[in-house]
């Protein structure tokens, strides 16, 4: 069989879930354009192809149908998705677990189809882009929520801190600081979901394409969560240092309800300079090309 009828038969399965869950997919991807926690989920089926399809460029393909291991996926994706129906009809489940159960059965089912179509060792290449396509997953409101509130708590944390680095007296109330006149509270808007998210999912990205060892790459994807609460308290110190010592205005300015941009360019710089650092760490633990490692003989010790 050619590539492009496995090409042919995946864009009919892909079509297939169009069909069956197309609701669900409108309904997440609305999500998006209407709540900024779920914004990244726009990113992640660009994302996820363009990595597949730098893979294919890469190594090429010899696509061998996997039907049993295929058909599994596919039918546990259809079981996933009829399995919620009586309980959604019920109302036993909330809204946003139901949809997030449903899409679950979506991304099953694309890569079911996948592996249905392309085998499992085309899979095995391209394991982190398809399983970055749980992203896409709504979290439910209850799992954002706590996400939240550690957020707000640890930048407000992580804001005092700075205040108490440079010798300023702060005191901290929850998720309010205070400096000599001036209370600020970290609000639910302020938690910066939408650029903790997308700088996760950035450094995921960034790991996998520039970083080799899987040491290497867990520990960038680590080390973004400390970082997403790190740029929000610089902004939080930044806004409050400014309101309290330059001028009130400012935290009603551009710089409180426009800058978030600028401070994740600040986390993502830092995720790039812990990249280069990885990746110096790699080429030193790895031997040069043409280099022979000497190895001790056994049958030489006497």
């Not at 399983?131 to 997953?137: A, E, H, K, R, V």
């Not at 978030?260 to 110096?280: C, D, H, K």
């Amino acid at each position: 069989m050619s590539l492009n009828a496995f090409n042919r038969s995946f864009c009919f399965l892909c079509a297939a879930s169009l069909l069956i869950w197309g609701h669900v997919l409108s309904t997440t991807f609305t999500l998006a354009l209407r709540n900024d926690a779920y914004t990244h989920t726009l990113l992640i089926i660009p994302l996820s192809v363009t990595l597949i399809l730098l893979q294919r460029k890469k190594q090429g393909w010899k696509p061998v149908s996997s039907i049993r291991a295929g058909s599994t996926l596919l039918a546990f994706a259809a079981l996933i998705g009829i399995g919620g129906l009586p309980w959604g009809r019920a109302d036993i489940l909330t809204g946003d677990v139901r949809l997030a159960i449903e899409m679950l059965a979506v991304v099953v089912w694309w890569i079911g189809a996948f592996v249905f179509c392309f085998g499992g060792e085309i899979f095995r290449r391209t394991l982190f882009p398809l399983l970055f396509l749980l992203w896409l997953i709504p979290m439910p409101e209850v799992a954002l929520n706590r996400m939240v509130e550690l957020l707000q708590q640890g930048t407000a944390s992580c804001a005092r801190e700075l205040f108490t680095i440079i010798g300023v007296p702060v005191t901290q109330d929850g998720t309010a600081i205070t400096v000599p006149g001036l209370t600020v509270k970290v609000a639910e808007e302020c938690s910066s979901i939408r650029s903790s998210m997308v700088l996760i999912v950035t450094s995921m990205v960034m790991s996998y394409l520039l970083l080799r060892s899987f040491w290497g790459r867990t520990g960038l994807i680590l080390a973004a969560i400390p970082l997403s609460v790190a740029k929000n308290g610089l902004r939080v110190f930044t806004l409050a240092a400014l309101g309290a010592y330059v001028n009130p205005a400012i935290l009603k300015g551009p710089l409180h309800h426009q800058g978030g941009p600028l401070f994740l360019a600040i986390a993502l710089a830092a995720v790039f300079g812990l990249i280069a650092i990885v990746s110096r760490m790699e080429r030193r633990r790895t031997p040069p090309i043409g280099v022979n490692v000497p190895r001790l003989s056994i049958s030489g010790i006497k």
